[in-house]
């Protein structure tokens, strides 16, 4: 059976296995694609269409749990709470714009500026040369600069 026949026939009910387990559709989603994705690395060999489908549920349901698992233990918090946590008016728009920067730069900034990390141990944080981090940091820099200036003119 190809990856197209099986996806047709099993990932409705596999959606809402996932559905009721995660409660969240994107969650929910991103298992189905998950499992999907490790029958086409295993390629298992079955004896039967219901053997098929009951790998493929234990296959969802691990996922699922895997999922479930981490967000336990990796709560997160939403941008509008965060900023809404934040007294000033001038940190929730500073928030905003360092959620804008483009990832390299905003990790690096980050790091650096939250979280007190020297050049050095930024650069072995994440496997990069220290003059890439100085770039980095310069270029964040230079980007939320012309922000604030783009607001203080208008």
Known sequence: MSIDEMVSKHSNMLYK???????????????IQ????RYLEKKPDFKSDDHEKAWL??????????MLRFRSRHPKVSIDQLSNQLAAPAAKETLTELMELP???????????????????IANIL????????????????????????????
């Open 57 to 66: 549920i234990r296959v969802a349901t691990n996922i699922c749990r895997d």
């Open 127 to 154: 496997a990069i040369t220290e003059s890439a981090v100085k770039k980095r940091l310069q270029r964040g820099r230079e980007y939320l600069r012309l922000s604030w200036k783009e607001e203080q003119d208008k």
């Open 103 to 121: 990832s390299k730069q905003k990790i690096v900034i980050y790091l650096h500026y939250v979280n007190g990390y020297s050049v050095k141990e």
């Open 17 to 31: 296995i996932c559905i009721v387990m995660l409660c969240n559709q994107q969650d929910a989603e991103d298992a």
């Open 34 to 37: 998950d499992t999907f994705c």
